[in-house]
């Protein structure tokens, strides 16, 4: 079985950076794609950043691109999202997910693994 763990989530000032972090244990698993996704209050989950595991190639929503940067960790299939010049409207709930098949990683229903989720709340 495969879980998905975030952790780093909290509250931040307007302006002010958090970190958070996605660490994926169980059976041997590997990824062809993890990626980030945010869910707010009476929103749709959506589309925050991606890396591929294989070449390494990162993709971003226009809305955090220049902000956010995931990168993979040291750690053996461990990635993170590094937020930066926050805003109130990153408040959120934030999603660690996985798949190890190619597709559209854009999608959250191409993803076959999902974290718990860590709260995001950005004060203005």
């Known amino acids: 079985q495969v879980q998905l763990v975030e952790s780093g989530g909290g509250l931040v000032q307007a302006g002010g950076s958090l970190r958070l972090s996605c660490a994926v244990s169980g059976r041997t698993f590997s990824p062809y794609v993890m990626g980030w996704f945010r869910q707010a209050p009476g929103k749709e989950r959506e589309f925050v950043a991606a890396?591929?595991?294989?070449?390494?190639?990162?993709y971003y929503a226009d809305s955090v691109k220049g902000r956010f940067t995931v990168f993979r960790g040291n750690a053996k299939n461990t990635i993170y999202l590094q937020m930066n010049s926050l805003k109130p409207e990153d408040t959120a709930v934030y999603y660690c997910?996985?798949?190890?098949?190619?597709?559209?990683?854009?999608?959250?229903?191409?993803?076959?693994?999902w974290g718990q989720g860590t709260q995001v709340t950005v004060s203005s």
């Open positions: 890396i591929l595991w294989s070449s390494g190639s990162r």
């Open positions: 997910a996985a798949d190890n098949l190619s597709g559209n990683y854009y999608y959250p229903s191409e993803y076959d693994y």
